[in-house]
């Protein structure tokens, strides 16, 4: 019989914590596997969240000359929204995906730092919860002299200068008020919970892997988290520095970005830019990680071209930090930069080109099973490349600044970060669902999901790209009844709202698939990565013991063996093979010692909004709470043992 | 304890803890590197008002840069008295080396003192933004750095003493120390002396 080691009830300065099941189990786990879960939930919150509000602006824009929302609150409510999209939904459902899997798919019972991981998602808790407080705290006044003339809402009261924050706009002259420093800080906040996990995936992937994992037998979305990771640990600094620039010439008279006091807006469209290209691919690679193993699976054919794939990651991951001017094509640069970053956006096509032929490649000639998370992947493929291509366009400069600023550019990202991101993700949920939840989601409702999604996304963001070249403006509150915008959208806000509605299909095919769905065993897709060689739902030690991975795609060759023409042919032993594993996975023959829950992730994260406000409101007890809740965290976490000394009398059996 | 079992650790080869650190320390160039960047950028350029060359004293930032230097020498000393199992010697040293950083720290917090008496604040002018910024921002890394030495040096204290693995261990915190004080080489010669 297996002993499965009870820690020490040791006191320390609290009692460590110890129940395994309701709220405290979750508040204080270290388990990647439960934070991966924690991370999904809150993303998709905010992920509604930030769906409400393009609700609103489309309902907003259905209509010419429309007055459902004030000029401030539609503001506020694009800001938002760009910013929760990216910082509060598509991010962090993707480090969901990374918590979850990463361990699984190289083996190993944790990540490097499992306390540290707890700890970047707390952070990431309370930087959202710090953000969106600005609903509630906030003030947005109007500039002196300027158009805002009204009273702001409430709904108002939030970041109003654009996911962007381009400067002197988004400082303290033209946004008075304190949402901007919400919004300054917030990002701030959840900067270091992007930054604390990137770490934590990078030295996992390098010192976690299990015996026989080299790194060119890693699985694909493995080695996209690592891309993700690197460009998360280089880009953020940089966002970093510039977002103390605005927190102090907000807050303390500084002129980074001023030019009375002989700072350089552009100076903030740079750093801003060096962040925010790479961001842009840490937002879609972790998408093409996911459809890499979706496509081989529902094709039940290997990879094509996996080195290829592999390295087109790093390049795209490389060259998307030479490529940031290319959003600053309508500012002061001079033509050689134009020409320069028009060129290496060209480019970085390239690597993108090889990735879409090897997905081709792989399905080619296929047996393919339409399963919900292949016809995502099919429509990633689609959406992505039309995302793409016009992409591609702005790298012409001349096009580029007829386009710059207008509805084209909306088009154009969206179906990127929608058509591309979210369909990778959603690809992503549906397969790996029977994994988490060991059930198996309803077909007919995730193709209904698909379908509903696929239309009203096309139809939203489809007629944008003629709206923009009509020369419908970005950000734009109103339009007249004779620019003759009016028909198309319409049509954009009607799609939205289908959109809206593939969203509840999901959820409702979600909470009820989680407790009715039928058992989906452990290996319902037939699947080639190891994750789904240990039972599903994943047991709280994932390998039984470590497995000795063979080659790429381990799990597929130890079912499948191929004949003289490389057709693969299931080994006489798959059927056994599968029921030992099972059978191994949930007895483990060795003790499992795993890292015990830790109170002090969540105090130590506590404090960081505390900061936050003391910089705001320049209050002094506030900044002293913060910091004792930090020196609390840390020196408990300090003298605290990841795992507790086992002691004889405490095992039981 | 937990390593009898099947699972293999550190394929790299490089202790866990410490890879992290290796890793933290290259986001850590970034993030010096904006700074520096945007500290040479508007160092170039012409701006009214009160200049750094208007008020610093390199003699005495000199001494204190020295101060600092010396102090991953005494890193060193420690690092190599614990790989010699002296846990006595080891202490003193990790001692004297916050000690040592904490002598910078208060010879910056004087420079700080003295220029904003000389009228030379924050919101001067974009120089002075940049240059509190900048050397503000290493600063808190050295005042981290001394935090971390003396809780070393306090476990050190305890009565199993301080080990090569494991724990909050010398090298982690060595790693960073040497960091910091490479990149006050940096500053310096950046800020005060081009």
């Known amino acids: 019989m297996t002993k499965i080691i009870q820690p020490k009830k040791q006191s320390n300065i609290f009692k460590r914590p110890s129940s395994e099941t309701g709220i405290w189990s979750w508040i204080t786990t270290v388990d990647h596997k439960r934070i991966g879960i924690m991370y999904g939930y809150a993303a998709f919150f905010f992920l509604l969240v930030g769906g409400i509000e393009a609700l609103l602006l489309r309902i907003q824009l259905a209509s010419p000359d429309n007055n459902f929302l004030s000029a401030a609150e539609y503001n506020a409510m694009f800001t938002m929204h760009g910013t929760t999209m990216i910082f509060l939904a598509i991010m962090p459902i993707s480090a969901a995906f990374f918590n979850y899997l990463l361990p699984l798919q190289i083996g190993a019972r944790d990540v490097a730092f499992p306390r540290l991981n707890a700890l970047s998602f707390w952070i990431f808790i309370f930087g959202g919860v710090f953000l969106y407080s600005t609903f509630l705290f906030g003030t947005a006044g109007a500039p002196e002299g300027g158009y805002l003339a009204e009273e702001v809402s409430r709904l108002g009261s939030a970041p109003n200068g654009g996911w962007f924050g381009y400067q002197p706009n988004a400082g303290m002259k033209y946004s008075p008020g304190t949402a901007m420093d919400y919004w300054a800080i917030g990002l701030q906040i959840l900067g270091i919970a992007s930054l604390v996990s990137a770490f934590n995936f990078i030295t996992t992937i390098l010192n976690m892997r299990t015996k026989g994992m080299r790194f060119m037998r890693m699985p694909v979305f493995t080695w996209m988290t690592f891309a993700v990771s690197f460009l998360l640990a280089f880009s953020l600094p940089i966002i970093a520095i510039a977002?103390?620039?605005?927190?102090?010439?907000?807050?303390?008279?500084?002129?980074?970005?001023?030019?009375?006091?002989?700072?350089?807006?552009?100076?903030?469209?740079?750093?801003?830019?060096?962040?925010?290209?790479?961001?842009?691919?840490?937002?879609?690679?972790?998408?093409?990680?996911?459809?890499?193993?979706?496509?081989?699976?529902?094709?039940?054919?290997?990879?094509?071209?996996?080195?290829?794939?592999?390295?087109?990651?790093?390049?795209?991951a490389f060259i998307g930090f030479g490529v940031w001017a290319h959003h600053m094509f309508a500012s002061a640069i001079s033509p050689v930069a134009q020409a320069g970053f028009g060129l290496s956006t060209m480019v970085i096509a390239v690597p993108t080109g090889v990735k879409i032929f090897n997905w081709l490649g792989t399905i080619w000639g296929g047996k393919l099973s339409m399963k919900t998370p292949m016809l995502f992947s099919l429509g990633f493929i689609g959406m992505f490349l039309i995302g793409g291509l016009s992409g591609v366009t702005h790298a012409i400069v001349p096009a580029d600044t007829q386009q710059t600023d207008t509805y084209y550019v909306v088009a154009h990202f969206h179906y990127v970060l929608f058509g591309g991101a979210m369909f990778g993700i959603f690809s992503g949920?549906?397969?790996?669902?029977?994994?988490?939840?060991?059930?198996?989601?309803?077909?007919?409702?995730?193709?209904?999901?698909?379908?509903?999604?696929?239309?009203?996304?096309?139809?939203?963001?489809?007629?944008?790209?003629?709206?923009?070249?009509?020369?419908?403006?970005?950000?734009?509150?109103v339009y007249a009844?004779?620019?003759?915008?009016?028909?198309?959208?319409?049509?954009?806000?009607?799609?939205?709202?289908?959109?809206?509605?593939?969203?509840?299909?999901?959820?409702?095919?979600?909470?009820?698939?989680?407790?009715?769905?039928?058992?989906?065993?452990?290996?319902?897709?037939?699947?080639?990565?190891?994750?789904?060689?240990?039972?599903?739902?994943?047991?709280?030690?994932?390998?039984?013991?470590?497995?000795?991975?063979?080659?790429?795609?381990?799990?597929?060759?130890?079912?499948?063996?191929?004949?003289?023409?490389?057709?693969?042919?299931?080994?006489?032993?798959?059927?056994?093979?599968?029921?030992?594993?099972?059978?191994?996975?949930?007895?483990?023959?060795?003790?499992?010692?795993?890292?015990?829950?830790?109170?002090?992730?969540?105090?130590?994260?506590?404090?960081?909004?505390?900061?936050?406000?003391?910089?705001?409101?320049?209050?002094?007890?506030?900044?002293?709470?913060?910091?004792?809740?930090?020196?609390?965290?840390?020196?408990?976490?300090?003298?605290?043992?990841?795992?507790?000394?086992?002691?004889?009398?405490?095992?039981?059996? | 304890m937990s390593d009898s079992h099947s699972y293999p650790h550190e394929p790299t080869g490089v202790e866990t803890r410490k890879l992290g650190m290796w890793v933290f320390l290259s986001t850590e160039i970034l993030f010096f590197g904006t700074l520096i960047t945007t500290f040479m950028i508007f160092k170039g350029r012409d701006f009214p008002g009160i200049k750094l060359s208007d008020v610093y004293d390199i003699p005495f930032t000199s001494v204190s840069s020295f101060v600092l230097l010396m102090s991953s020498l005494t890193m060193v000393l420690a690092h190599n008295a614990l790989e010699n199992g002296d846990q006595e010697k080891t202490r003193v040293w990790l001692l004297s080396t916050a000690m040592l950083g904490a002598v910078f720290l208060a010879g910056q917090i004087y420079e700080f003192t003295e220029f904003y008496h000389e009228g030379f604040v924050l919101s001067s002018n974009i120089f002075s933004s940049t240059f509190y910024v900048l050397t503000g921002f290493h600063g808190l890394h050295v005042f981290i750095g001394v935090v971390l030495l003396i809780a070393l040096w306090s476990i050190g204290q305890r009565q199993n003493g301080l080990s090569l693995d494991g724990g909050m261990n010398l090298e982690f915190v060595a790693l960073y120390w040497h960091f910091v004080d490479i990149v006050w080489i940096v500053l310096f010669t950046v800020v005060y002396l081009i």
């Open chain 1, 243 to 316: 977002l103390f620039y605005v927190t102090f010439d907000r807050q303390f008279g500084t002129t980074f970005f001023l030019t009375e006091g002989g700072g350089d807006p552009i100076l903030w469209q740079h750093l801003f830019w060096l962040f925010g290209h790479p961001e842009v691919y840490i937002l879609i690679l972790p998408a093409f990680g996911i459809v890499s193993e979706v496509l081989p699976t529902f094709s039940r054919k290997p990879l094509f071209g996996y080195p290829a794939i592999v390295f087109a990651g790093f390049g795209i």
């Open chain 1, 429 to 477: 949920l549906y397969y790996w669902f029977p994994k988490v939840w060991g059930k198996m989601y309803n077909e007919t409702l995730g193709k209904i999901h698909f379908w509903l999604m696929m239309i009203g996304f096309n139809l939203t963001f489809g007629p944008m790209h003629w709206l923009g070249l009509q020369g419908q403006v970005r950000r734009t509150w």
């Open chain 1, 481 to 653: 009844e004779e620019t003759n915008l009016a028909f198309w959208n319409l049509i954009v806000s009607i799609g939205a709202f289908i959109i809206a509605l593939s969203i509840l299909v999901f959820m409702a095919n979600w909470i009820y698939s989680r407790r009715k769905g039928p058992e989906a065993g452990f290996d319902p897709w037939d699947a080639r990565t190891i994750e789904w060689s240990i039972p599903s739902p994943t047991p709280v030690w994932n390998f039984s013991k470590a497995p000795e991975v063979k080659s790429l795609d381990d799990f597929w060759h130890m079912k499948y063996d191929e004949d003289e023409e490389g057709r693969p042919v299931k080994r006489d032993t798959a059927d056994a093979l599968l029921l030992e594993l099972e059978e191994e996975g949930l007895n483990p023959k060795e003790d499992i010692e795993l890292p015990n829950p830790s109170y002090f992730p969540i105090i130590l994260a506590s404090g960081l909004p505390f900061l936050g406000y003391a910089v705001i409101y320049k209050s002094l007890p506030l900044a002293i709470v913060g910091v004792l809740l930090i020196l609390i965290g840390s020196f408990g976490w300090g003298t605290e043992p990841l795992e507790e000394e086992f002691t004889e009398d405490t095992e039981n059996e």
